[in-house]
């Protein structure tokens, strides 16, 4: 099986210079060559595809046909293509130190994959990496000490730029042996009410307020009999047998644990949100350049919080 032809991209640029400018000559200019090159250009690419995709008019007006108007959209992504590579690629190396704060339920799973991406586009650029809870990191990032944090929406400074990276399943977690999620009132374990770092503009800790509000609504009634500022903490409650408690879908449960079932009486948890926010005055460009790695790994939601 042979190898396909391929395209040639200074062909490419100029044809998409003809597009543009809708005559031969003005397109010569733009391109520096002459008149008679650019022609002998267009005549190889039609015989590479095989294709006529530019028509002549009366004039020296030039039009493209089907074909030339297909060709000219995937032409530009491919110009934009090589010539983002080639700024990559060319670009001075990268040095610094950027600080990056994640919540501690994302560091596992996803970090890994972000730090590796980082290395691989800026590796001489020292990654400062701080795993706390939402609230701290909120706190940090208002205070200066970070340039870029990933945190569970609900606890991101007001007014503060952040688009959304991620979102998860919410899930009620029990003992695998024991039956606290069919007690009433039904025994819960979560997060303390008095968490130091809350920012000041919260009466509550919103993860905490949110499975309060879908019992409530549900008309259950419950007791808290355990807390505990993580979730390992919280889930070590239900492990134990003493209660039930919330994590995300996507979280590593501890042996002796298992998902409650959506028949088994709870009420449904809406999903975590979680945002990424960069410092008021970030490293660039090294925040930039990490930001969009975070995007890539997350597969990126675009939306402005």
Same mark, same amino acid.
């Given at each position: 099986m042979g190898v396909p032809a391929g395209l040639d991209l200074d062909l490419l640029r100029s044809f998409v210079a003809i597009a543009e400018e809708g005559s031969f000559t003005r397109a010569a200019e733009r391109v520096g060559r002459t008149q008679s090159a650019v022609s002998l250009q267009m005549q190889r690419l039609e015989g590479v595809l095989g294709q006529i995709v530019i028509v002549r008019g009366k004039g020296g007006s030039v039009e493209l046909n089907q074909q030339g108007r297909y060709l000219l959209e995937r032409a530009r992504e491919l110009l934009a293509l090589n010539d983002d590579v080639m700024r990559s690629m060319r670009a001075a190396p990268v040095?610094?130190?950027?600080r990056l704060g994640v919540a501690a339920e994302l560091s596992e799973q996803h970090l890994p994959k972000v730090?590796?991406?980082? @290395?691989? $586009?800026?590796?001489?650029?020292e990654v400062e990496v701080e795993i706390a809870q939402s609230c701290l990191?909120?706190?940090k990032l208002k205070n200066g000490e970070l340039d870029l944090v990933l945190l569970r929406a609900g606890l991101?400074?007001?007014?503060?730029?952040?688009v959304e990276i991620w979102r998860s399943q919410t899930i009620w977690v029990t003992s695998a042996t024991h039956q606290q999620h069919l007690r009433d009132p039904l025994p819960v374990s979560t997060s303390p009410a008095g968490c130091q770092w809350r920012p000041a503009e919260y009466?509550?800790?919103?993860?905490? @307020?949110? $499975?309060?509000?879908a019992l409530e609504q549900a008309g259950r009634s419950y007791r808290i009999v355990s807390t505990s500022a993580t979730t390992q903490g919280q889930m070590a409650a239900a492990q134990a047998g003493l209660a039930?408690?919330?994590?995300l879908a996507e979280d590593r449960l501890l042996e002796g644990l298992r998902i409650v079932r959506a028949d088994e009486g709870l009420p449904e948890l809406p999903d975590c949100r979680y945002l990424m926010l960069k410092g008021r005055d970030p490293r660039q460009p090294m925040t930039d350049i990490l930001a969009t790695?975070?995007?890539d790994v997350f597969g990126g939601v675009d939306t402005t919080a």
């Open positions: 040095h610094g130190v950027i730090l590796d991406r980082f @290395a691989q $586009v800026s590796p001489a650029v990191l909120a706190l991101e400074p007001r007014q503060w730029p952040a009466g509550e800790c919103p993860w905490r @307020a949110m $499975v309060f509000r039930i408690t919330s994590t790695q975070v995007h």
